[in-house]
């Protein structure tokens, strides 16, 4: 059950120890009469004390309170368990895979690994709907939005150096293209994984990637490295620049070697891809509201009369 449980506003945690610190204060405070022990003379304290003009400080009131409050700051947090009808959300969550076909990457004797990641990452998608684009001097749509694996890997394996007309490598176009075919299906979270050396990556791909991460989706790169010697004036890898977008795009980086970095986050569920994207009330069953009820018991001692 403590596994299936998801904060929603997490960062109210933090006032927990607050109220805590408030209480053990209260509590220091109204033990018994606070300073009040040391400003009056012992002899005069005592002669109030016979009389019953001395009344005591109320633990027990301010315990009520910092209970109250705590459960209060608990029920802010969000606790909330994942809707049973969630998956019938994915039409709003999609994955874009973006595959470079540029001549450093169908030529630097990794290519076959390349579109492998491809594969892993429609795999990894679940039911949710995939598009395929492939980019090098232009960016196409090879499989448009689909749930048919096998559409997909048949596209994969047909991909070759010739399949873009265009020379060159432009990533930010092909970046431009799936932000285009998200918009146009309204999905609400995404993920974009980006799959190339790094070649080509300046600041038009940086605006892209920013733009995508201001959609409230994610952009992920798996790294192709080199595999051998690359042909005559190929460009080098550029392993950093990749990272670097990535990260303007709000997703992880890894390399097609050990992509499950990435493939956790394309994995993870619709559910939390749509928290993510501040739509978490379609897919998570908020419970802090039936904590604020059991807030009310220790607040109702707060009114309690003495006799």
Do not use: C
């Amino acid at each position: 059950m403590i596994e299936s449980l998801t904060l929603l506003r997490p960062l109210w945690f933090l006032a927990v120890p607050v109220v805590v610190l408030l209480a053990l204060r209260a509590a220091w405070r109204s033990a018994p009469l606070g300073d009040w022990a040391k400003a009056v003379d012992p002899a005069l304290m005592a002669l109030h004390a016979r009389r019953g003009a001395v009344l005591g400080g109320r633990r027990q009131a301010n315990l009520a309170a910092a209970l109250a409050a705590g459960i209060l700051a608990v029920a802010l947090t969000g606790p909330a368990v994942e809707r049973p009808e969630a998956t019938t959300f994915r039409n709003l969550d999609a994955t874009v895979i973006v595959l470079d076909l540029s001549r450093s990457v169908t030529e630097g004797g990794r290519f076959k690994e390349a579109r492998q990641a491809a594969e892993s990452v429609a795999e990894a998608a679940g039911t949710r709907s995939v598009a395929l684009l492939v980019y090098a001097g232009d960016a196409y749509t090879a499989v448009s939005p689909t749930t048919d694996r096998d559409a997909i890997g048949t596209t994969l394996f047909a991909l070759d150096a010739d399949t873009v007309p265009d020379r060159g490598t432009h990533p930010e176009r092909g970046l431009a293209l799936a932000r285009r075919i998200l918009a146009e299906a309204n999905v609400v979270a995404a993920d974009v994984v980006l799959i190339t050396d790094g070649d080509g990556i300046g600041q038009a791909a940086e605006r892209e990637a920013a733009a995508i991460r201001a959609k409230g989706w994610q952009l992920h790169s798996l790294f192709v490295p080199a595999g051998k010697a690359l042909p005559p004036g190929a460009p080098a890898t550029d392993r950093t620049a990749l990272d670097r977008l990535a990260a303007s795009g709000g997703g992880k980086s890894a390399d097609i070697d050990a992509p499950q970095a990435v493939l956790d986050r394309v994995g993870a569920s619709t559910a939390q891809h749509l928290a993510a994207g501040g739509y978490g009330v379609l897919a998570f069953a908020d419970l802090g509201r039936w904590l604020l009820l059991l807030a009310l018991v220790p607040a109702l001692l707060l009114f309690r009369r003495s006799a």
